[in-house]
């Protein structure tokens, strides 16, 4: 059986929980069955490993803006963990994004020091994305370090949840701010605006990991690339961008139509499988990695670079585990 890697799986730490009102609030939301799994880093996680034949996770924070050393504060904790489970577990570092400086000197700490992958970081803080150049020094040492940014969907702020708001229940209009529309949308626009800014000219080896079968770009690729033309002029297009700096996971997503889209706008070997841990299960993925086989969507060694080899060349890791298909 060949191994599995995961890239979009998260946790949560009791520094961040406990680090303000906010943030107690908004970990008081989440059902007690998936807070338990988003704090445990041990017997539970690996069981449950077990249980979707995951190989290794690549284990991220969940939201949570918070300074410096709270940040530092979390990556030794999951550093700690990776270390207790050096073949089951690996890490992307938590940055505080609005200390940019701070961030990139956490980041190379992480990569550096602690042998974390790489890094994930919110979409936007609080509505303000990355393409101003303040944050360049993040995108800077993540390329000089040759580690992947993973761009992940956060919540709307007030003014961007405004926009969501309707005639219907403020429950429906959470839900098209976040998992059912905005948060996909809205990282999506965050790959345009990168590439508007002229992000990718300046750091032209900068890897950038998303999820969600590509966040709706790869059905709108061919408009925007057409769009995009238009613009001022850039060093390499956006299609060639998209197929060379840009990776993608199937993260939450377990359904053949969008990844028949993904597989039509990039090569196959900046495709990952994952799964977004507590939120979907383990076996959810692996069901779903039957069906692809099964489907003939994608076979042989190609299927190999889906589950495991493309993350192994991507982040320099090696998949030792083997999952017992008896348990």
């Known amino acids: 059986m060949r191994p599995l890697i995961t890239l979009e799986e998260h946790f949560a730490s009791q520094t961040v929980i406990a680090s303000s009102d906010e943030a107690k609030t908004h970990y008081a939301h989440f059902p007690s069955r998936i807070l338990d799994k988003l704090t445990d880093l041990d017997e539970t996680r690996v069981a449950d490993l077990d249980k979707g034949h995951v190989s290794l996770q690549v284990v991220s924070h969940g939201p949570g803006n918070v300074g410096a050393a709270v940040c530092a504060s979390v990556n030794d904790d999951l550093a700690a963990a990776i270390r207790r489970h050096p073949t089951r577990l690996a890490g992307f570092a938590m940055l505080?994004?609005?200390?940019?400086?701070?961030?990139?000197?956490?980041?190379?700490?992480?990569?550096?020091?602690?042998?974390?992958?790489?890094?994930?970081v919110e979409n936007h803080l609080d509505g303000v994305f990355y393409d101003a150049e303040a944050f360049w020094p993040v995108f800077a040492r993540a390329e000089r370090l040759d580690v992947p940014i993973y761009i992940h969907p956060t919540f709307a702020s007030d003014a961007m949840a405004a926009h969501y708001r309707g005639n219907y229940p403020d429950g429906v209009s959470l839900a098209l701010s976040a998992f059912g529309w905005g948060w996909h949308a809205e990282t999506g626009h965050h790959i345009l605006r990168l590439f508007a800014a002229g992000v990718?000219?300046?750091?032209?080896?900068?890897?950038i990991v998303i999820g969600h079968m590509g966040e709706m770009l790869p059905f709108q690729l061919d408009r925007c690339v057409a769009i995009s033309e238009r613009w001022e002029a850039k060093q390499r297009g956006l299609r060639q961008v998209w197929r060379e700096n840009i990776w993608v996971t199937t993260s939450g997503m377990f359904t053949l139509t969008p990844l028949r889209c993904l597989l039509q706008t990039m090569p196959i070997d900046h495709v990952l499988f994952s799964v977004d841990y507590p939120f979907s299960a383990n076996e959810t993925g692996f069901q779903f990695l039957k069906e692809i086989e099964e489907s003939g969507l994608i076979t042989g060694e190609d299927l190999d670079l889906f589950a495991y080899k493309n993350a192994e060349k991507l982040l320099r890791v090696t998949a030792t585990h083997i999952p017992d298909t008896n348990k």
């Open 200 to 207: 990718f000219d300046r750091f032209p080896r900068l890897k």
């Open 96 to 120: 505080p994004m609005h200390e940019p400086a701070a961030a990139a000197e956490e980041l190379e700490r992480c990569v550096a020091g602690l042998g974390f992958v790489g890094a994930l």
